[in-house]
């Protein structure tokens, strides 16, 4: 009695694991963009900490130099919106020629994406010494919690 052959599977071919690697390297890439925007030419971006802390998000950014009026706090498609505008400096006393000008001027925006769910009413935002602090409240989990949707008998 002849036993019934099993055709081998084909191996993947080359052109499959190279279509495979790509979509990996683009899911990866989709990633980075995400957490890492560049800055517009000519802008700039003040540095930002993001912390959990006692069942609030902190956000701590450096903006030295900047005055409240400076700056607007947006919340917009679940990101945060920090956005200002550095007023141009100029030396007093006379016509000056900079030789080194490192620190940045002019409009900034800074988007920060929200993955937790916040309550943007109990929002606070405090600027002490070029450090503005914005502290969001955690919204509760609900996961786990059941609920019951009534059924009702249509007559």
């Given at each position: 009695?002849?036993?019934?052959?099993?055709?081998?599977?084909?191996?993947?071919?080359?052109?499959a694991?190279?279509?495979?690697?790509?979509?990996?390297?683009?899911?990866?890439?989709?990633?980075?963009?995400?957490?890492?925007?560049?800055?517009?030419?000519?802008?700039?971006?003040?540095?930002?900490d993001?912390?959990?802390?006692?069942?609030n998000?902190?956000?701590?950014?450096?903006?030295?130099?900047?005055?409240?009026?400076?700056l607007?706090?947006?919340?917009?498609?679940?990101?945060?919106?920090?956005?200002?505008?550095?007023k141009?400096?100029?030396?007093?006393?006379?016509a000056?020629?900079?030789?080194?000008?490192e620190?940045?001027?002019?409009?900034?925006?800074?988007?920060?994406?929200l993955?937790?769910a916040?309550?943007?009413?109990?929002?606070?935002?405090?600027?002490?010494?070029?450090?503005?602090?914005?502290?969001l409240?955690?919204?509760?989990d609900?996961?786990?919690?059941?609920?019951?949707?009534?059924?009702?008998?249509?007559?």
């Amino acid at each position: 009695m002849a036993l019934p052959r099993k055709t081998p599977r084909p191996a993947l071919s080359e052109m499959a694991l190279l279509q495979r690697e790509v979509n990996q390297l683009f899911g990866r890439l989709a990633d980075t963009e995400r957490n890492e925007r560049p800055v517009a030419a000519g802008g700039w971006q003040p540095s930002a900490d993001v912390y959990e802390c006692s069942g609030n998000l902190v956000l701590v950014v450096e903006v030295p130099g900047l005055f409240p009026d400076q700056l607007r706090i947006a919340c917009r498609d679940q990101n945060l919106v920090l956005s200002g505008d550095r007023k141009e400096r100029r030396p007093s006393g006379g016509a000056a020629a900079f030789l080194c000008m490192e620190r940045p001027q002019g409009r900034f925006k800074r988007v920060i994406p929200l993955d937790i769910a916040v309550d943007l009413r109990g929002a606070q935002a405090t600027l002490d010494n070029g450090v503005l602090t914005i502290t969001l409240p955690r919204v509760k989990d609900r996961r786990g919690r059941e609920v019951v949707i009534p059924v009702e008998r249509k007559e």
